[in-house]
């Protein structure tokens, strides 16, 4: 079962850190802003970064506009796409950006913090992040040590390699590119933190509302824009991805995404992964969780072992279509550890 366990992990860094397989090869890293995510405009001053496939970003991120500065909303999986969003915002306003939140601790919604920190933009998150940033992320980000080895390694690699092997050769150049941005991020810590319930902030004349609900990770913030009435959910909400659920409670994060929906059941959404959503697809992706716990419920009632729960339960059609279909034994893994008590989020 260790083997097991250590292999899912390993697993959910690689879906964290395969996001950078496609850089270019063979030149300096050049990226690029459209390479890395799209920029959505939700409402009046209120952006979506919707992070691309095979770019720099891996999470979403976004920014709110107001009469006196911008708030960001997470800080992407590397500080070369933070760059890229703080550029893309002096081309909406000349406003300065004046706080930024990270909605959760995984690495890929903080790990541009670095950029802000050097900025001193106040860093807003719930406490738990503080706590987690620069301990639990070292799960998706190794020591620079372990990363520098990887590189020599590579390197050695690919120096060894002929050049009529040019598939090899783009894989090893690929793999340098990816550990060369890794090196560059340097685990920062939020700010300022809050510990549960509402944190009204303001941009002038705009209000920007908080609030703390449990679930993803147990230090989860939902940024809502009244307004303009929108909900940036951070991980707390999935348009049609299979969610990683390493660090959930399901029997936490239901009843909260109940809350959410009544509360916000005609604003718009944007998810910590997937396009901007409205009420209906945030219901969706609830239901998803519901529907995972009831089949691994009745796994657990039947006897089955985790393992054989993983071989028997089959994704139901209608999230067949959903992104991150790599999660789908993981997640059946992580329900059933938490509907057993044995589940360890740390």
Same mark, same amino acid.
């Given at each position: 079962?260790?083997?097991?366990?250590?292999?899912?992990?390993?697993?959910?860094?690689?879906?964290?850190?395969?996001?950078?397989?496609?850089?270019?090869?063979?030149?300096?890293?050049?990226?690029?802003?459209?390479?890395?995510?799209?920029?959505?405009?939700?409402?009046?001053?209120?952006?979506?970064?919707?992070?691309?496939?095979?770019?720099?970003?891996?999470?979403?991120?976004?920014?709110?506009?107001?009469?006196?500065?911008?708030?960001?909303?997470?800080?992407?999986?590397?500080?070369?796409?933070?760059?890229?969003?703080?550029?893309?915002?002096?081309?909406?306003?000349?406003?300065?950006?004046?706080?930024?939140?990270?909605?959760?601790?995984?690495?890929?919604?903080?790990?541009?913090?670095?950029?802000?920190?050097?900025?001193?933009?106040?860093?807003?998150?719930?406490?738990?992040?503080?706590?987690?940033?620069?301990?639990?992320?070292?799960?998706?980000?190794?020591?620079?040590?372990?990363?520098?080895?990887?590189?020599?390694?590579?390197?050695?690699?690919?120096?060894?390699?002929?050049?009529?092997?040019?598939?090899? *050769?783009?894989? /090893?150049?690929?793999?340098? !590119? +990816?550990?060369?941005?890794?090196?560059?991020?340097? &685990? #920062?810590?939020?700010?300022?933190?809050?510990?549960?319930?509402?944190?009204?902030?303001?941009?002038?004349?705009?209000?920007?509302?908080?609030?703390?609900?449990?679930?993803?990770?147990?230090?989860?913030?939902?940024?809502?824009?009244?307004?303009?009435?929108?909900?940036?959910?951070?991980?707390?909400?999935?348009?049609?991805?299979?969610?990683?659920?390493?660090?959930?409670?399901?029997?936490?994060?239901?009843?909260?995404?109940?809350?959410?929906?009544?509360?916000?059941?005609?604003?718009?959404?944007?998810?910590?992964?997937?396009?901007?959503?409205?009420?209906?697809?945030?219901?969706?992706? *609830?239901?998803? /969780?519901?529907?995972?716990? !009831? +089949?691994?419920?009745?796994?657990?009632?039947?006897? &089955? #072992?985790?393992?054989?729960?993983?071989?028997?339960?089959?994704?139901?059609?209608?999230?067949?279509?959903?992104?991150?279909?790599?999660?789908?034994?993981?997640?059946?893994?992580?329900?059933?550890?938490?509907?057993?008590?044995?589940?360890?989020?740390?």
């Amino acid at each position: 079962m260790r083997k097991a366990t250590t292999l899912r992990k390993i697993g959910l860094m690689l879906t964290v850190i395969g996001v950078l397989g496609a850089i270019s090869v063979g030149q300096p890293v050049r990226p690029k802003a459209e390479d890395d995510f799209q920029l959505v405009k939700v409402a009046d001053g209120v952006y979506a970064a919707i992070a691309k496939a095979g770019g720099l970003a891996s999470g979403n991120a976004g920014f709110i506009v107001g009469d006196s500065g911008v708030l960001v909303v997470d800080t992407f999986f590397t500080p070369i796409a933070a760059e890229e969003l703080i550029a893309e915002i002096g081309k909406v306003t000349a406003q300065p950006v004046k706080y930024a939140v990270n909605t959760h601790y995984h690495l890929d919604h903080t790990g541009g913090n670095q950029v802000f920190a050097a900025r001193n933009v106040p860093i807003i998150a719930q406490e738990n992040v503080l706590k987690w940033q620069t301990t639990k992320n070292r799960r998706f980000l190794p020591a620079d040590e372990e990363l520098q080895k990887r590189r020599a390694d590579a390197a050695k690699q690919l120096a060894e390699t002929p050049g009529d092997q040019k598939d090899k *050769r783009t894989q /090893l150049e690929r793999q340098l !590119s +990816r550990l060369d941005v890794m090196l560059s991020i340097k &685990l #920062t810590n939020p700010s300022v933190t809050f510990n549960s319930g509402v944190l009204h902030l303001y941009l002038g004349n705009r209000e920007v509302v908080l609030i703390t609900l449990p679930g993803h990770t147990g230090g989860d913030t939902l940024v809502y824009v009244p307004d303009a009435d929108v909900v940036f959910t951070g991980d707390m909400g999935w348009a049609k991805t299979l969610p990683n659920l390493v660090d959930a409670t399901v029997n936490d994060w239901i009843p909260s995404l109940d809350k959410m929906l009544s509360r916000h059941g005609a604003s718009k959404f944007v998810p910590g992964h997937g396009e901007v959503a409205g009420a209906a697809e945030m219901r969706e992706f *609830r239901d998803y /969780l519901d529907d995972l716990r !009831s +089949r691994v419920k009745q796994a657990i009632a039947d006897g &089955l #072992t985790i393992e054989q729960a993983k071989q028997q339960l089959k994704l139901p059609e209608k999230y067949k279509g959903f992104a991150f279909q790599n999660f789908a034994q993981p997640n059946i893994e992580d329900m059933y550890k938490e509907l057993k008590g044995v589940k360890q989020t740390g």
